[in-house]
């Protein structure tokens, strides 16, 4: 069984840049939701897909999108890099289906600078 | 106000020492999660609870669900517990709603 993977695990970008991070998620999960961490603060969730489709979103502007392929590994795309979204980058995946209370897998983060 | 609120936000303890960390939430959940945060930024679940109390080695984790209250125990800790706990809540929406977390640190 392996874990969630992240890549890259470090990343500098300058601002109006475009980068793109990658997870796969672990073996038998469908589900990846990808999150925000500030320094000093909690994760912040930006969405989740469920078998491929964006499964949910929170508060992020379009500038954030997601891809799942058949594989169920996302990427996370961001555009016209801003300096605020310099932070580690999470992915979690899980096994999802209807309703809440499922396990988490989390990925060891790709941390993002932009300068 | 957070949905998750996490008390005390930092924690400084000595070996061997009994430690709790609290949790609140104010709205409905189907889950609540302890995590577990290493300095380099990975997160480990530590466990995932709707009622009662699970214990898993040296730690005990509770859930009060008429309360909206969680705790996470730490017995006889060790200076390897260093790190940030963070709780954090799954709705039926599926994603979680994460406390700020807290730091813990425990001295030789």
């Known amino acids: 069984e392996t874990g969630v993977t992240q890549s890259p695990t470090h990343l500098i970008k300058t601002r109006g840049q475009q980068v793109t991070l990658r997870c796969s998620s672990q073996?038998?999960?469908?589900?990846v939701s990808w999150y925000q961490q500030a320094l000093g603060q909690g994760p912040q969730f930006i969405f989740q897909y469920y078998r491929e489709e964006e499964n949910g979103r929170g508060n992020f502007p379009p500038r954030f999108s997601g891809l799942q392929f058949p594989n169920y590994s996302s990427e996370l795309n961001v555009n016209a890099l801003e300096l605020d979204d310099s932070a580690l980058y999470l992915c979690a995946s899980s096994d999802g289906g209807q309703g809440g209370g499922y396990g988490y897998t989390f990925g060891s983060g790709t941390r993002l600078t932009v300068v | 106000k957070n949905e998750v609120e996490q008390s005390p936000q930092n924690l400084t303890a000595q070996e061997g020492e009994f430690i709790t960390i609290n949790c609140s939430y104010s709205?409905?959940?189907?889950?609540l999660h302890w995590l577990q945060q290493h300095p380099g930024g990975g997160i480990v679940s530590l466990f995932m609870l709707s009622s009662g109390k699970k214990k898993h080695g040296r730690l005990i984790a509770t859930i009060n669900i008429q309360e909206k209250h969680s705790s996470l125990h730490i017995t006889a800790s060790h200076p390897r517990d260093s790190a940030v706990y963070i709780c954090a809540v799954s709705r039926s929406a599926r994603q979680l709603t994460f406390g700020s977390g807290t730091q813990l640190t425990v001295l030789p």
């Open positions: 073996s038998g999960h469908n589900t």
């Open positions: 709205v409905g959940i189907s889950a």
